[in-house]
């Protein structure tokens, strides 16, 4: 990505040593995820099959959307707590007017405009109020989870609509299965790449992570940019709203309690930065699969379900500290 904030005629610039360590940090992810597969593949019968790595991929779908929004955010020096908690009561707005015989297609879109307005109230108290993001986002996260279990009476409800639950159709190659929801949440990755790479606002999205000030010198509408980034996220979190009436069609309103901290964990632990500009989806791609594999095959392997909370938490741990030796060595 084009630096708009560095320039130095050194034998190394700081822009060139934070790609090289970026590219460090992305092989390194990488060869988690393939120690992971191969660790659990000696030591279980059942993880290398067609029919477990495609369940992978269905399990993947929401953490990976809900981590898609999250990388956005925390590519400029942001976090959201309340993802996972925003893409819940979207659900059930859509599951409840269903319920209640409305139109299916007008409970969708009425749910994910739920999603993207409360993620764009959110970047509003940041960008206008000059609120920390994490502050906001507990409230929002205390907020929304609260008026998912008023609005259903804390009661989840079964979901029949082939509208909602159409993500959760598949097509089968032989053992291997890919439902609709998986290609979504693909191609979104791949149009995030894109975007963030190839265009001018993604640019500006790691100029304003990189150095907030600076970029606003340089005449980035920093405001802007942010209230955009919450926006774009707010999509994700709409789209995985809807990913997860597919994989399970009973809309909860207690459901995907830890969806936010995985989605940080995915995100960190692929390699972007949480002090901002650094980092980008295909790292967080292999951050979500790396997370993924760890539950499936521990859960194959008979481990109980604490210790695998134990390993997601060491993991994020070190991939912090991690993130802060390579800041130290910009320096």
């Not at 989870?145 to 409800?157: D, F, I, K, V």
């Not at 509408?221 to 996220?233: G, I, M, N, R, T």
Request: hydrophobic share 55%; glycine share 10%.
């Amino acid at each position: 990505m084009p630096d708009l904030l560095v320039a130095s005629n050194t034998p190394l610039s700081r822009t060139q040593l934070r790609d090289s360590l970026g590219r460090v940090r992305f092989a390194g992810s990488l060869a988690a995820l393939l120690l992971a597969v191969v660790a659990f593949s000696a030591t279980t019968s059942t993880f290398l099959t067609g029919s477990n790595l495609s369940l992978i991929l269905q399990q993947s779908v929401v953490i990976g959307m809900l981590a898609l929004g999250q990388t956005l955010i925390i590519l400029t020096a942001g976090i959201d707590l309340a993802n996972g908690a925003i893409a819940v009561l979207a659900s059930v707005v859509m599951a409840k007017l269903v319920f209640h015989d409305h139109d299916p297609v007008a409970a969708l879109l009425v749910g994910m405009a739920v999603a993207v307005l409360l993620a764009g109230i959110s970047g509003v108290l940041v960008t206008r109020l000059h609120l920390p993001p994490f502050i906001v986002t507990l409230g929002m996260l205390t907020v929304v989870t609260a008026t998912a279990r008023l609005y259903t009476g804390s009661s989840s409800l079964p979901v029949s609509s082939d509208l909602l639950v159409w993500l959760g159709h598949a097509v089968s190659l032989g053992s291997f299965t890919f439902t609709y929801g998986t290609v979504l949440w693909l191609a979104a990755y791949v149009a995030a790449g894109y975007v963030l790479t190839q265009t001018a606002w993604g640019v500006r999205v790691f100029a304003v992570g990189n150095n907030r000030e600076a970029a606003r010198l340089a005449g980035v509408k920093v405001d802007q940019v942010l209230l955009s980034v919450y926006v774009a996220a707010g999509c994700c979190y709409a789209l995985a709203a809807w990913e997860m009436l597919g994989r399970v069609p009973n809309a909860d309103p207690s459901g995907y309690a830890s969806a936010n901290l995985d989605s940080i964990t995915a995100v960190v632990i692929g390699g972007t930065s949480l002090f901002g500009g650094r980092g980008g989806v295909a790292g967080t791609l292999i951050g979500v699969l790396i997370v993924t594999v760890l539950r499936n095959g521990l859960t194959q392997a008979g481990i109980d379900s604490l210790y695998q909370d134990v390993t997601t938490g060491v993991l994020v741990v070190a991939a912090v500290a991690v993130d802060q030796l390579v800041r130290r060595r910009q320096r």
